[in-house]
């Protein structure tokens, strides 16, 4: 390590040093001391080990710490294998995804995972290598080096919960290792289990029902949330902090810029309790932030907590006392309410629910998406549903009957996942195409399906934060009708939304006769028009405007330096007018339509229509350089 190297590193541990000791001494307040030198030992071994051109970005992005708040800042998400094979056959696509105009790509399901199901792949057995099937270290790192030349950051997956049965560790435990076991929560009888059992709801009531399984070799009960394969980490024990902070490093200093931390919110388990959202999960994250702070500034946290409307923010720092978690985490709220816009052709639920919601704090924003990998599931509050004189449950209810295609009028063709008839939950798989009704519309580019679809994307771009295409979405892919010939994937319904990319349709996305050029020329609309938009910078404030019109939902993107953008999307098949006061919203004049600049009549929407009004300073005729 060089000297100037080694005067970074004590200024950084310097700097990051409360953050780090006031997050082990919540979590290990008879072992502060002990910990926080592990922690700081760890840090400083992954420091000397850095590469020249990761120092040189730490540093770089030190002195624009808002990198990703910039709103040309562009996510696309993607298994690794069903995006282009394998790791090099990523790399033969990186053109591919310049042309779209991403910067940021989240590459799922790269780590090895166990044989067989794997639960998407997140059944990890080995933190540090890639899956061999997708290549080697030197394939996985070579490909995080010519994507971060592209001017593309890489996003990999750090499973937060829980290993495979069948990772060292776990094999270690069942050989009697005393300090592997202590990684994970096993007891030797039902005693505990049953106590927790008590609040525990379960994830998957019909695949995995219950959150233990019975190990014979270790002749205990292993804490397993997820699935049977799954063992979830004791993160009571320090011993799992400095190990996963050893971890994280190692992602970074491959040149991970984005860490994707996977269910972070179920690390920490309280008796009687969901153990879920518990405080505890939030020291863990603060931690991780400190401990990443120290040694590899260039690179940031994304919390994977998919949560309910009162437990998102958090995840960004939001406290009575605000601290530094994650810089990024899910807008799921924004996701499920624009579906429910959909369904029900009207915007008032949506609206309450997002007004509800606080601000993201100084310094973080949110990842705004329409899907992903994962099914939906509807989390939609009763307090919420009540405001508006709905019923939450039965909302809940209407919307998974919808986008199963099993209510009058629907134009969705999606599947249930996972039900469960005690609770009357049901979440929802299925492609973007196909849950907006693109599916079986045979009108081709101008199909109402075609328009849903962008409809959606639309305001995930346009609502502020990081917006994320997820794979064959910017084509109008359709669902894997096959994936259920496959033994390993036939018992999970969410492989239905995972197809392999169609080399086909990307090969007509410069044709707008075809579906495929259609969508793809929306989305290139819509990558132009944030691209060049500094009101969409991810520092500004947005809040629920009143439209006049339930058809219309209506949003204030307002950044205190580069102006203001309002949102307008009617979701009806009809034409609707906005009323004239929204203009007044944001004091805007002259105003023009960023999607359709040429536009006169700006209130007036047509069907599934979306416009972006700001004052024509607010636009730059070509993008800030990355």
């Not at 790269?110 to 998407?120: E, K, N, P």
């Amino acid at each position: 390590m060089t000297v100037s190297a080694q005067a970074d590193l004590g200024r950084r541990v310097q700097e990051w040093h409360d953050d780090l000791r006031s997050a082990v001494e919540g979590l290990y307040p008879d072992r502060v001391d002990e910990v926080h030198a592990a922690v700081v030992g760890r840090v400083a071994a992954a420091a000397g080990s850095r590469k020249a051109a990761l120092v040189a970005l730490d540093r770089q992005r030190e002195r624009r710490h808002d990198w990703f708040l910039e709103p040309d800042r562009i996510g696309y998400a993607c298994y690794a294998d069903r995006f282009g094979g394998d790791l090099r056959g990523v790399e033969a696509r990186v053109g591919y995804l310049r042309e779209l105009g991403v910067n940021v790509v989240h590459l799922m399901s790269v780590l090895r995972s166990r044989a067989g199901d794997s639960d998407g792949g997140f059944a990890i057995d080995d933190y540090r290598r890639p899956d061999p099937h997708l290549g080697t270290l030197g394939d996985l790192e070579h490909l995080v080096d010519t994507l971060r030349e592209a001017g593309i950051s890489t996003c990999l997956d750090l499973v937060m919960n829980h290993t495979s049965a069948d990772h060292e560790w776990a094999v270690r435990a069942r050989q009697g290792s005393a300090y592997h076991r202590g990684l994970y929560l096993t007891f030797p009888d039902r005693r505990v289990p049953d106590a927790y059992e008590a609040t525990l709801p379960e994830v998957f009531p019909t695949m995995s029902p219950g959150n233990f399984t019975w190990v014979p070799e270790m002749q205990a009960w292993a804490w397993t949330t997820f699935r049977e394969f799954q063992w979830d980490l004791n993160w009571a024990n320090p011993d799992v902090l400095v190990e996963m902070v050893d971890v994280l490093l190692h992602l970074a200093n491959l040149g991970v810029e984005v860490v994707r931390l996977d269910a972070v919110a179920f690390t920490w388990k309280r008796m009687g309790t969901n153990c879920q959202n518990q405080a505890g999960a939030h020291l863990v994250a603060q931690a991780l932030r400190a401990a990443l702070g120290m040694a590899a500034p260039a690179s940031i946290l994304l919390a994977e907590a998919i949560v309910g409307p009162d437990d998102l923010v958090p995840y960004l720092g939001h406290h009575e006392r605000q601290r530094r978690e994650c810089q990024l985490a899910y807008h799921n709220q924004l996701m499920v309410q624009t579906w429910s816009m959909l369904a029900s052709r009207d915007t008032r639920l949506a609206a309450a629910a997002l007004r509800r919601l606080p601000h993201a704090p100084q310094g973080t924003t949110w990842l705004t998406y329409v899907r992903c990998h994962d099914d939906i599931g509807w989390a939609v509050s009763d307090q919420d549903a009540a405001a508006v004189g709905l019923d939450g449950a039965a909302h809940r209810r209407f919307l998974a009957r919808f986008y199963r295609g099993d209510y009058p009028g629907s134009f969705a063709r999606g599947v249930p996942f996972s039900t469960n008839p005690a609770t009357g939950d049901e979440r929802t798989c299925g492609m973007a195409s196909s849950l907006a009704g693109l599916a079986d519309d045979r009108r081709g580019p101008g199909s109402p399906g075609v328009a849903r679809l962008l409809l959606l994307y639309a305001i995930a771009f346009g609502f502020g934060g990081v917006p994320v295409i997820w794979m064959g979405d910017e084509l109008g892919l359709g669902d894997d009708e096959d994936y259920h010939l496959d033994p390993t994937r036939a018992g999970d319904s969410r492989w239905r939304h995972r197809p392999p990319m169609s080399s086909e349709q990307m090969s007509q996305r410069h044709d707008r006769a075809t579906v495929a050029g259609a969508v793809w020329s929306g989305f290139a609309r819509l990558v132009q028009a944030r691209s060049h938009c500094r009101a969409l910078h991810g520092a500004g404030s947005v809040r629920v405007v009143d439209t006049g019109d339930p058809a219309v939902f209506g949003w204030a993107r307002q950044h205190p330096r580069y102006g203001s953008v309002l949102g307008l999307a009617n979701v009806t098949e009809s034409a609707v007018y906005a009323s004239p006061s929204v203009l007044g919203a944001l004091d805007l004049a002259p105003v023009v339509d960023l999607l359709d600049p040429g536009a006169t009549d700006l209130l007036l929407l047509e069907p599934l229509a979306v416009r972006w009004l700001s004052a024509d300073g607010t636009y730059r005729t070509a993008p800030r350089p990355r």
